[in-house]
């Protein structure tokens, strides 16, 4: 029975270590989302303003330009998918794989081949267990993303819009990423980057219905479109980033609160277990004292007669 004890104690300590732990890193995700949200919300406002300068150009002019021109039959499309470098955050990189497996698999119905960008060690980890292939992958900066990051990533990306399908190219950029809605809620979106639909540009910055002014253009509209070009991307990119981490410091604080909260259970069940084994113990104890005294006394009243 002592034994058993031991076990129990053993059990509680470590549980008990390992609610510390998940605790700590609760409070630490409860944080960063802090931080994270004033950066999505600090990134908004040159986000809309750069859609609308690019709708402005597109609308008043009729230059053909990979950034707001639709090939009319697209063959090959790149996805930048945004996981996670660390685990421990629930569903968060799972749904979002999700998500790009089923883009994939809508863009490859279509007839278009897919060029897969990975962001996480979490993606990177899932394609290459599946020996699926990756055009490129970044790793490192997902829970604390910097511009410098998403112009990193975009580089390739805008490299691969310009150049021709037939040399390796591609016609559309897409990108899933997780968006933050509420400290409770995020959801896994995918959204086309490239080519830019106006109609949904000007839902995305409120201009929907408005009469855009006229512009000259110098030198021309084709050499705006395409100084224009990376920052766009960039800056989807690094707005998508941001939510992402916003979201998945949200879902590890969820999943470490559900684990403390389970780890308290735990330890509330192993601890009637003890004291259960602890009582049993004293009983049989008392039990053997009581045994022994009447042995005696049955030995001492035997030599009596």
Do not use: C
């Not at 569903?91 to 998500?99: E, T």
């Not at 509209?221 to 395409?226: G, R, W």
């Not at 030995?299 to 007669?305: C, F, Q, R």
């Amino acid at each position: 029975m002592g034994a058993q004890l031991r076990v129990y104690k053993r059990r509680i300590r470590a549980i008990t270590a390992t609610k510390k732990i998940t605790k700590a890193m609760e409070m630490i995700s409860a944080s960063r989302i802090v931080k994270a949200q004033r950066k999505v919300a600090a990134s908004m406002p040159y986000a809309t303003e750069l859609t609308r300068a690019v709708t402005a150009v597109a609308t008043g002019s009729n230059t053909k330009h990979a950034l707001t021109t639709e090939v009319e039959a697209p063959t090959r499309a790149a996805v930048l998918l945004i996981t996670s470098d660390r685990g421990l955050a629930g569903g968060y990189s799972s749904n979002a794989i999700k998500q790009a497996d089923r883009l994939t698999e809508r863009l490859r119905s279509e007839g278009k081949e897919v060029d897969t960008y990975i962001v996480g060690r979490k993606g990177v980890a899932y394609f290459g267990f599946r020996e699926r292939k990756v055009t490129d992958s970044w790793t490192g900066f997902t829970d604390r993303p910097e511009y410098a990051d998403a112009k990193r990533v975009a580089a390739p990306l805008i490299e691969a819009i310009q150049t021709e399908t037939a040399e390796g190219g591609v016609d559309e950029l897409h990108i899933v990423f997780t968006e933050f809605v509420s400290m409770m809620t995020q959801n896994a979106v995918d959204s086309r980057m490239l080519p830019l639909s106006l109609e949904q540009a000007a839902e995305e910055t409120g201009a929907k219905g408005e009469i855009l002014p006229l512009f000259d253009f110098e030198p021309s509209a084709e050499d705006v479109l395409d100084a224009l070009l990376p920052r766009y991307v960039e800056s989807r990119i690094y707005n998508a980033l941001l939510q992402s981490a916003a979201s998945e410091h949200a879902a590890r604080r969820r999943a470490m609160k559900s684990a403390t909260d389970n780890a308290g259970e735990l330890i509330k069940s192993l601890s009637r277990l003890a004291n259960a084994a602890r009582q049993a113990e004293i009983t049989q104890e008392i039990s053997e004292i009581v045994g022994g005294a009447s042995a005696m006394a049955d030995a001492t009243a035997g030599s009596d007669k």
